[in-house]
């Protein structure tokens, strides 16, 4: 350093990274400061002001009376039309030994699905709710319960049955009650 200098280039450009930093900090934590809690229901706002009065969304009670009927059957297709599939793919002469791996795998996958489906499903009733419904995708889960409400506890014994059967974070798990 030069004599007579008290600030080099370096240390202005230090300083004002630092500020910068500090106020993007100060931003972020007066812009979200929503109080959100891991774990929490998550509700949506009935109106377009920010009154602080929220509702929670849940499907009218004459759609339910069957709703869990319809989504089980529908799974049911669904995973029979899959396993179809696959055992064409196993019957077929042209396919390739590859291709036949990957059926096996594929109804595996299938079968590990519907247990872990049915495990929770099961362990739900089991805490309290009438009737439940998932829907394991690859990364995500949709869990359907009948209540006219859950609490916070509901909430993370519902989140916490589904995390031990499932390898799925909690920010992949979805839940949606239906009166």
Do not use: C
Not at 51 to 63: F, P
Not at 148 to 167: F, K
């Amino acid at each position: 350093m030069k004599k007579g200098k008290v600030f080099g280039k370096h240390h202005v450009v230090l300083a004002l990274m630092i500020m910068a930093l500090g106020a993007a900090v100060w931003l972020n934590m007066k812009f979200s400061s929503n109080e959100k809690y891991m774990g929490e229901a998550t509700f949506v706002s009935d109106s377009d002001t920010a009154s602080g009065e929220a509702i929670q969304t849940s499907a009218k009670a004459e759609e339910s009376a069957d709703y869990f009927e319809t989504a089980k059957k529908d799974r049911q297709e669904a995973l029979e039309e899959a396993q179809e599939l696959v055992e064409e793919t196993l019957k077929s002469a042209n396919a390739t030994d590859t291709e036949r791996e990957t059926a096996l795998k594929t109804t595996s996958d299938i079968a590990a699905r519907i247990e872990k489906a049915n495990n929770i499903e099961t362990l739900l009733k089991a805490k309290g709710f009438e009737k439940a419904v998932v829907v394991l995708g690859e990364s995500d889960v949709s869990v359907v319960v009948k209540s006219e409400g859950i609490t916070t506890t509901q909430t993370l014994q519902i989140q916490d049955i589904v995390t031990s059967q499932t390898e799925i974070p909690l920010s992949n798990i979805k839940i949606v009650t239906i009166k």
